[in-house]
């Protein structure tokens, strides 16, 4: 059974950092295509970082170039995502996901996922 795990999440002051993990259990993170994506109170999850393998591809949304950098770590296929200079808009609940589809593109669409873990909360407020 493909399972995903959040962690890493908490309440940062603006300017500050996080590092969000996604530990994968049941298949190998590197075989698929996998995101990371924000679900902002009273709006619907939108993505924000992608990676696949099929192209070595990596995507980001407009709004976190430069502050978010998405990394694997196949020995222990989990997932990261860096998070520097915290702003207020990036709360919300983080989620990480994969595609069904072996050797997926790169999508910041939530629809081409399958996987889900159960989120983080990560909350950035002074």
């Known amino acids: 059974q493909r399972r995903l795990v959040e962690s890493g999440g908490g309440l940062v002051q603006p300017g500050g950092s996080l590092r969000l993990s996604c530990a994968a259990s049941g298949f190998s993170l590197d075989d698929y295509a996998i995101g990371w994506f924000r679900q902002a109170p009273g709006k619907e999850r939108a993505g924000v970082s992608c990676?696949?393998?099929?192209?070595?591809?990596?995507w980001y949304a407009d709004s976190v170039k430069g502050r978010f950098t998405i990394s694997r770590d196949n020995a222990n296929n989990t997932l990261y995502l860096l998070i520097n200079n915290l702003k207020p808009e990036y709360t919300g609940v983080y989620y990480c996901a994969a595609t069904a589809t072996p050797y997926y593109y790169c999508s910041g669409n939530r629809y081409e996922y399958d996987y889900w873990g159960q989120g983080t909360q990560v909350t950035v407020s002074s």
């Open positions: 990676y696949s393998d099929r192209d070595s591809s990596t």
